[in-house]
């Protein structure tokens, strides 16, 4: 594998994992209203999550969908579903305190789950495997996964920051609900977004 090869496999993934999606709101949501701790539980449950979901598409699972294509339908639903139910949290949600723990704070696991079932994960892994490495030979899914990993996570801090931020700026409560009202209904758009 050429290093040109592998630069542009880094520009494909800083492109999928930057670009506004569901996880990457979540992540704003998350810095915003509960701070670095549980957005940093959250944004690496979440790189992980696509890390295996891409690894199991570049050793086969891509084979079976092309079988079973009813499969890809059945899990943008599921996925949808998951996204509707997230942006009805958000938008329901109280807007306390920044920085309180909560059981509602988003983490680790919910960040894994989210990618399993997040549209736009999926067509970013088949899409990259597909245009990067179309015979799926295992050292080149490594090496792939290997470059995503620190590509995603960087980037999802970013979002993270950016949710941060605005949590430093939004400090009253009526506030911090318009916030989460405002992503919420961003959330629930690419939601939408995902279906056209």
């Known amino acids: 594998m050429t290093l040109s090869l592998i630069s542009s496999m880094a520009l494909f993934a800083l492109a999928a994992s930057l670009s506004p999606g569901p996880v990457n709101l ?3 949501s998350s810095g915003a209203r509960y701070g670095a701790a549980a957005g940093i539980h959250f ?3 979440a790189t992980l999550g696509f890390i295996g979901l891409f690894l199991i598409i570049g050793f086969g699972l ?3 969908i092309s079988v079973l294509p009813w499969l890809t339908t059945a899990l943008q639903w599921l996925g949808i ?3 509707l139910y997230l942006s009805y949290r958000l938008f329901t949600d109280n807007g306390g305190a ?3 723990t909560d059981s509602k704070a988003p983490n680790f696991i919910t960040g894994a789950v989210m990618q399993w079932l997040n549209p736009k994960a999926w067509l970013a892994a088949v899409a990259g ?3 990067y490495i179309p015979q799926a030979n295992t050292d080149h899914v490594l090496i792939f996964a290997a470059v995503y990993l620190p590509v995603c996570w960087l980037s999802l801090a970013v979002w993270l ?3 941060i931020a605005l949590g430093r700026r939004v400090q009253s409560a009526a506030g911090m609900r318009l916030l989460n009202k ?11 977004l995902l279906l056209l």
């Open 43 to 45: 944004i690496s449950g």
């Open 182 to 192: 405002t992503l919420a209904t961003l959330l629930a758009f690419s939601c939408i």
């Open 98 to 100: 920044n920085g309180q």
């Open 129 to 131: 495997i597909v245009a």
């Open 26 to 28: 979540v992540s704003v």
């Open 62 to 64: 891509q084979h079976i």
């Open 81 to 83: 579903s998951f996204l």
């Open 161 to 163: 920051w950016a949710g």
